[in-house]
């Protein structure tokens, strides 16, 4: 599978700036930013940042609301991530600054100063093969045979793994280290005030996007994965260095972004590694997630997810023959309770979300549904509010159900009890957008707080980003309003398919 590095620096642009790059946060099918992108493209051209500044020249940086953000519930509890998506200036700007061929040489030489013999990172962007659906897919796909697979590898020459994972890892990235990446820490300092250098160019465009601030970068795009990996890359050179220093050589690291998993015969040398990967972390700004780091001797077992170890042992409910998956219970509603115990024990998790796809998939082929329409739309109702992962999946499986109903009265009052249930958690985004697609042809419209639902609605007067630093004569035909692909919006039936929303295919 091959990684961003290997293309050419033309190939590198053109991969960043796909739509589903741009973002890859999953949108109904209609949703497709490729307009904007390519407005902004053909209009910016090879002009820079000071010739398209409306006069008197302000920067972006001087100005609140330049990206849009969107809200994520990432679990039952309080816990939300701001997905940004990044202001379409700018971020042709900033792969076009990344991607020239002496800029993008640059970016390729230094992964490669800054790799160490005995850490492996599976994490860099992966770009798609024949066989993966999106370059999402292929990058899940790595996480599972570099990182999972690796691991029980691994197992049968060391003995000890220890775990850990960085807390909050983009919102603490301090911009000015993108620079100490690239060449190196004292260098950066040295020249941090001059113009033309890529690390300080990456620096300026990042601070633009956030109203000038140093402390996180945005986050919901395959670029700002890639400035991240450039930072953790620096901090893997450094603690390479620091072990070599302290004679530690008998180990071995597997990073996927902000994940480690570093493997070792020695306890001691286990725990002075991880003393020292602290304190590399701590110098870059970060911190490690105290929740989730341990050390273990059963490395076979802790290899494997929580989930699909639950669900070896309880299961399973389904079984695959030739291009045809079927279900052990007896009927629809006790899978449906199967998945709902299974989703109370392990929230979020990718087993659930894989049940869920199956349960779709399998419905989907069903002319006749059998048993009580309403109570399966609660259990998987009840799923999602726990779960927040599986927000799309579950209103995939509801759109298909509620499509059984005959009476439009009755799909009008369930779709706004279940939008009545979601509102426990106001203002998330992700949830309005996905909602909108199985209500938008419905008689009394929703109102949505989300500008990406007021543009599907065709509200006036909606704003994804704020472009006033922007010269009027590259705002005057901005295509805003066409992120939303009206033909397909009001041709696709409020049911969503799962294929629209499935990374993998279930059969394979």
């Known amino acids: ?31 497709d930013f490729k307009p904007v992108i390519e407005y ?7 002009k820079e940042l000071r010739d398209i500044l409306k006069a008197p020249k302000k920067m972006p940086s001087d100005y609140e609301n330049v990206n849009h953000k969107i809200l994520f519930k990432k679990d039952a509890q309080y816990s939300y991530r701001p997905i940004q998506l990044i202001n379409p200036y700018l971020y042709y700007l900033l792969v076009k600054a990344m991607t020239n061929k002496s800029s993008w040489k640059e970016i390729k030489d230094r992964f490669v100063e800054l790799s160490v013999p005995n850490i492996e990172v599976a994490s860099i962007p992966k770009v798609k093969g024949d066989a993966d659906k999106s370059h ?32 909050n890892c983009y919102g603490a990235i301090y911009t000015h280290t993108i620079a100490w990446a690239l060449m190196g820490k004292d260098k950066a300092k040295e020249k941090r005030d001059k ?8 620096d300026s465009y990042i601070q633009g996007m956030q109203y000038g601030q140093t402390n996180g970068i945005p986050q919901g795009s395959t670029l700002s994965d890639f400035i991240a990996e450039m930072v953790l890359a620096y901090a893997d050179k450094i603690l390479g260095e620091k072990l070599n220093e302290e004679k530690i050589s008998n180990y071995h690291i597997v990073r996927y ?5 570093v493997f070792c015969n020695s306890k001691e040398d286990t725990e002075r590694i991880a003393f020292f990967l602290q304190e590399v972390l701590a110098e870059l700004n970060f911190q490690l997630n105290g929740k989730k780091t341990y050390l273990t001797e059963d490395i076979i077992s802790d290899s494997i997810k929580p989930d699909k170890k639950a669900y070896i042992s309880e299961g399973p409910i389904y079984r695959k023959t030739h291009k045809r998956i079927y279900s052990t219970m007896s009927n629809l509603q006790q899978e449906a309770l199967f998945i709902h115990q299974f989703s109370k024990k392990h929230p979020n998790s990718g087993t ?13 082929s069903k002319i006749v549904i059998c048993g009580d329409y309403l109570v399966l739309i609660s259990i998987f109702t009840d799923v999602a509010l726990s779960s927040p992962k599986t927000y799309k999946v579950v209103l995939a499986i509801i759109s298909k159900l509620i499509s059984k109903i005959p009476s439009t009265e009755d799909r009008e009052k369930i779709v706004y009890n279940i939008y009545t249930k979601f509102q426990r958690f106001p203002n998330i985004g992700e949830i309005q957008i996905w909602i909108q697609r199985i209500a938008y042809n419905l008689p009394h419209p929703i109102v949505y707080t989300e500008d ?11 704003e994804l980003w704020n472009n006033d630093w922007v010269d009027e004569s590259y705002k005057i035909a901005f295509p805003q309003y066409k992120i939303c692909t ?19 295919d279930i059969y394979q």
């Open 136 to 167: 999402l897919s292929a990058s899940v796909s790595s996480w599972w045979e570099n990182v999972e697979q690796r691991s029980l590898e691994l197992a049968l020459s060391y003995r000890y793994m220890f775990v850990t994972d960085i807390a």
């Open 486 to 504: 009206k033909w397909i919006r009001d041709n696709f039936t409020p049911i969503i398919d799962i294929n629209e929303i499935s990374l993998f």
């Open 352 to 364: 659930l979300i894989r049940l869920l796809t199956i349960f779709a998939q399998r419905l989907k």
């Open 257 to 261: 972004r902000d994940d480690y998993r």
């Open 195 to 202: 113009h033309g250098l890529l690390g300080n160019t990456i």
């Open 1 to 31: 599978m091959r990684t961003i590095l290997e293309l050419s620096h033309t190939k590198a642009r053109q991969y960043f700036l796909e739509s589903q790059n741009y973002c890859n946060m999953q949108f109904p099918i209609y949703i």
């Open 40 to 46: 902004v493209q053909s209009t910016v051209g090879n």
């Open 452 to 462: 990406i639902c007021k543009i599907v609605s065709n509200e006036a007067n909606v």
